[in-house]
C-alpha cells in the first residue's frame, strides 16, 4: 500500500490543521534536505506559507485574513510581544467603546 500524497491546497484553515498538514511541493528548493516529520521544519514550512500567501487584500475576506494572522500570531508570541498584542486589542476595544459611546449620545441628544 501506497502513502497518500500531501495536499497541496492553498486553502486557509484554522492553527490546528495548519499543523497537521505537510508542506506543499512548492516549497520543495528551499526545503531540501530537511525532514518532513520534523516539527521545526514543519513550523519553517508554514512560515514560509504565511509568508508567500496571496489573497485580496481590499476585501472583507483579505482584512478578515488580516485579522486571523493578527491573533494567530498573537496565540503564538510569548513574553512581550504577546502583552504588546494584548494591549493592542484592548486599545482597539477603547477605541470601538468610545466611539458608540458618543455616537450614541449624539443619537439620544438630537432626540430629546
Do not use: C, I, K
Not at 509568508?51 to 513574553?79: I, W
Amino acid at each position: 500500500m501506497t502513502s497518500p500524497e500531501p495536499r497541496h491546497s492553498d486553502s486557509d484553515s484554522d492553527s490546528d490543521a495548519d499543523a497537521a498538514r505537510p508542506w506543499t511541493r512548492r516549497f520543495d528548493d528551499e526545503l531540501v534536505g530537511l525532514d518532513p516529520a520534523d516539527p521545526e521544519a514543519r513550523a519553517f514550512a508554514q512560515h514560509l506559507d504565511r509568508m508567500q500567501r496571496d489573497r485580496p487584500s481590499f476585501t472583507v475576506e483579505g482584512y478578515l485574513d488580516g485579522v486571523r494572522d493578527f491573533a494567530d500570531s498573537a496565540n503564538r508570541a510569548q513574553g512581550g510581544r504577546y502583552w504588546a498584542a494584548v494591549l493592542v486589542v484592548v486599545l482597539l476595544l477603547a477605541g470601538v467603546l468610545w466611539v458608540v459611546g458618543n455616537a450614541l449620545v449624539f443619537v439620544l441628544g438630537t432626540w430629546w
